[in-house]
């Protein structure tokens, strides 16, 4: 019975014959040139994304990049419910004038401390417009400086310290070599990884493959690209794509502070078997905990032997998947001595379905991806999305039949047993013992 399709077990059914959704793991086998073995939706902009096979088995985390352009005024905490995990933020830029001048984002810590309170995971990057070897020098030595005088340490950021790299009006084709780019990224992240910060480097794919030699590049630089497509064709090493900068999302307003700015979005790939050098063992997480509204957040203790580590010494920890019904991860990443990240799982479990009445005129919130359907029961054919009005179409992936994104309000018109009529159709509110919308 296909009445809700956000059921894990539906989803892989689907994939095999059409189109999966939104799943975090699924079987297939990496390879070296990009092929792909799964795709998900983005809860920030509706679209389908196709990810690489190499990505097999792993938790596909949503995340966004900001800057001044978002308004200071933003809500991370809204952010957060809406499925935003982690941000990396522009701390710092070069001027894309003629002269090599360097400058301070001034929203940087306030859209850091504000993420940081929400829970969200957050990593910093330079905009380098860095023409030789000297200048990416001073570009990482001047970003290491503004996280230092604001009391960021190593300890405190999540993601890395990454170089920005790409083309503006100082910096072209036409005066940068790949011999001198990849000189530069490597200086750049020579300095970062000296501070005691974690490297990375974010570019293009063509600024990639055109302009850095990435054999010379050491395996501990974080590679996060940028390819806005229905998927990302770098066939090197990466952990992070950019897939577009067109997102809306609850809380982050345009930089003059009005509506939902369009903000750029991005998959962060993270294997859930991963372990921490040398070996930890965690303990304190629940299998499961009861769904509030709020970020779930199990406090975790963590050792080797029997020496107990040390929070913000030895390990960090982030939330995962942390606010809505389903699963969700306790991340914990090495410090020091420590190297890698580990991921514990655990359940957010709703109310249950049998306890849940819904009434006509009032609103509820979407937790799954849902069809919308012309009538109360499978029997009747799915809405074309493009028979919704806008408002809908807006709630809606993009797709061709109507599918309501995760996180989305809809008005009760109508009861009728395990269905509800909103504008534009009917949707399955439970099934079995599982809610879709509370």
């Known amino acids: 019975m296909n009445k809700q399709i956000g059921k894990a077990k539906k989803r892989i059914a689907a994939a095999a014959l059409a189109m999966a959704l939104c799943l975090s793991m699924v079987a297939g086998a990496a390879v070296s040139e990009p092929a792909y073995a799964f795709s998900g939706y983005s809860p920030f902009i509706g679209n389908s994304y196709s990810h690489n096979a190499r990505f097999t088995n792993d938790v596909v985390v949503n995340g966004v990049d900001v800057s001044w352009w978002q308004h200071n005024n933003s809500d991370w905490i809204s952010a957060k419910a809406a499925g935003v995990d982690f941000s990396i933020m522009r701390a710092s830029y070069t001027g894309i004038g003629s002269k090599f001048k360097l400058a301070e984002d001034t929203r940087f810590a306030s859209h850091y401390a504000k993420a940081k309170s929400a829970g ?137 502070g009005v509506g939902k700015g369009s903000i750029d979005c991005n998959f962060w790939y993270l294997n859930p078997k991963s372990e921490i050098s040398p070996r930890v063992k965690v303990s304190g997480v629940d299998s499961s905990y009861k769904y509030t509204g709020s970020p779930i957040e199990p406090s975790v203790t963590v050792k080797k032997g029997s020496t107990k580590l040390k929070k913000g010494v030895d390990y960090k920890i982030g939330y995962i998947n942390n606010v809505r019904a389903g699963t969700g991860y306790v991340y914990i990443r090495g410090l020091g001595n420590y190297k890698g990240y580990k991921m514990v799982p655990f359940k957010i479990k709703g109310a249950t379905a049998s306890s849940k009445k819904f009434k006509k005129g009032k609103y509820y919130t979407v937790q799954t ?57 009917w949707i399955c509110c439970k099934y079995d013992n599982e809610l879709y919308v509370y």
């Open 369 to 425: 991806e849902l069809n919308i359907r012309k009538g109360p029961g499978t029997q009747y054919s799915q809405v074309s999305r493009s028979k919704l009005s806008l408002s809908m179409r807006k709630k809606t992936f993009n797709v061709k039949k109507a599918v309501l994104m995760p996180g989305v309000k809809v008005k009760c018109k109508k009861v009728k047993g395990d269905w509800m009529k909103i504008p534009g159709g």
């Open 120 to 256: 969200i995971m957050t990593g910093v990057y330079h905009f380098s417009q860095a023409k030789t070897v000297k200048e990416a020098k001073k570009e990482a030595n001047y970003v290491i400086a503004r996280l230092k005088a604001l009391g960021i340490g190593p300890e405190d950021l999540d993601l890395p310290v990454y170089m920005d790299y790409e083309f503006n009006s100082r910096l072209t084709s036409r005066n940068l070599s790949r011999k001198t780019g990849t000189a530069a990224a490597k200086a750049f992240c020579k300095k970062i990884r000296d501070a005691g910060y974690q490297p990375g480097i974010y570019a293009s794919l063509t600024f990639f493959n055109r302009f850095i030699d990435m054999s010379q590049i050491p395996s501990d630089v974080d590679i996060w690209c940028a390819q806005y497509y229905s998927s990302c064709s770098y066939g090197g090493s990466y952990s992070k794509w950019q897939y577009t900068s067109s997102g809306k999302i609850n809380g982050l307003h345009s930089w003059v």
